[in-house]
Nanobody, 121 residues
């Protein structure tokens, strides 16, 4: 299974961050959960949300309903939107195959390489 994140490297504060994860080697509609996480400098991994193979979505409550996860089954992709985004949310965002909930390491399992997102104030 391989995952690849894509999206803008720079977003303006208070705007919408949109990231896409393209999955190969597995179907996002067959089984498993597909998650988004991020890591800021000096901080641990923060789980943001997930979408299950049935289409059910799960979010970290701390995001206060600012996040939205959707999927394009024809492209085997799932997308994270976060709005409004703040400068404090500059981080490396990664997608992976993981059950909903806290993530302690990306050394195990299937994760993308991550994409750096900067937020301008």
């Amino acid at each position: 299974v391989q995952l690849q994140e894509s999206g803008p490297g720079l977003v303006q504060s208070s705007q919408t961050l949109s990231l896409t994860c393209t999955v190969s080697g597995a179907s996002i509609t067959t089984d498993y959960y597909w998650s988004w996480i991020r890591q800021s400098p000096g901080k641990g991994l923060e789980w943001l949300g997930a979408i299950g193979y049935t289409g059910s979505v799960y979010y970290n409550p701390s995001l206060k309903r600012r996040a939205s996860i959707s999927r394009d089954t024809s492209k085997n992709q799932f997308t994270l939107q976060l709005t409004p985004v703040t400068p404090e949310e500059a981080a490396v965002y990664s997608c992976g195959r993981a059950t909903p909930g806290p993530v302690t390491t990306t050394a195990r399992g299937h994760w993308g390489q991550g994409t750096q997102v900067a937020v301008s104030s």
